[in-house]
């Protein structure tokens, strides 16, 4: 099953405002990524904080990760209409025998001109 | 999209047909990726390989084969076994096993 749960599914917001997406997971982690998919495309990878941080600034994007819960949430400042996409976080288990990336069910982004 | 090319886009199956697709990258990445997309839903791993000529499974691995017999090249197969395989498909790569993900633009599998 997937571990990363996303919330929320969908979120509709006006250019210039900023977005947040949560992500909870169960288990131990290594590490947490956020990644970007607009409609019918590859995902892009936005970026990855490890399970000793805490926050990591890329651009307009802050990322938060709390381990005593097992959430992390996504921000984007100034949102532009380029920023309509689903987004996805996906974790690597700490200790997996795997090492797979176990990915979210995605928030939908639409940002409205 | 960088380095990583899919092929076909768009690819249609017969009933009992197997069909394979294409994953190429130029990345110079030793671990690739195939994994399957369903509407609204996140991505679910069928299979990894970690170098050439080792694959490993992944959650749902029943119904697809793949082979690694060029580190550029991780094509997957979708089988007759595969009772419901219309999905988007997307394949990576990564310089090594636990390193960032980077992904190709994915192939779109349809059922006639």
């Known amino acids: 099953s997937q571990q990363g749960e996303e919330d929320p599914q969908a979120l509709s917001i006006q250019e210039g405002e900023n977005a947040t997406m949560n992500c909870s997971y169960k288990t131990s982690i290594n590490n947490l990524q956020w990644y970007r998919q607009n409609s019918g495309r590859g995902l892009v990878h936005l970026i990855l904080i490890r399970s000793n941080e805490r926050e990591k600034h890329s651009g307009r994007l802050r990322v938060t990760l709390d381990t005593s819960k097992k959430s992390s949430s996504l921000l984007i400042t100034a949102s532009r209409a380029a920023d309509t996409a689903s987004y996805f976080c996906?974790?690597?288990?700490?200790?997996?025998?795997?090492?797979?990336?176990?990915f979210g069910t995605g928030t939908l982004l639409a940002v409205q001109p | 999209d960088g380095g990583i090319t899919q092929s076909p886009k768009y690819l249609f199956r017969k009933e009992g047909q197997n069909v394979t697709l294409s994953c190429e990258q130029n990345l110079n990445h030793d671990a690739m990726y195939w994994y399957r997309q369903d509407p609204g839903q996140g991505l679910r791993l069928i299979y990894y390989s970690q170098i050439v000529n080792d694959f490993q499974k992944g959650d749902i691995a029943e119904g697809y084969s793949v082979s690694r017999e060029k580190k550029e090249s991780f094509p997957l197969t979708v089988t007759s076994a595969q009772k419901n395989p219309t999905a988007f498909y997307l394949c990576?790569?990564?310089?090594?096993?636990?390193?960032?993900?980077?992904f190709g633009p994915g192939t779109r599998l349809l059922v006639l």
């Open positions: 990576a790569s990564s310089m090594r096993v636990q390193e960032t993900q980077y």
């Open positions: 996906a974790t690597r288990e700490y200790g997996g025998a795997t090492n797979k990336l176990i």
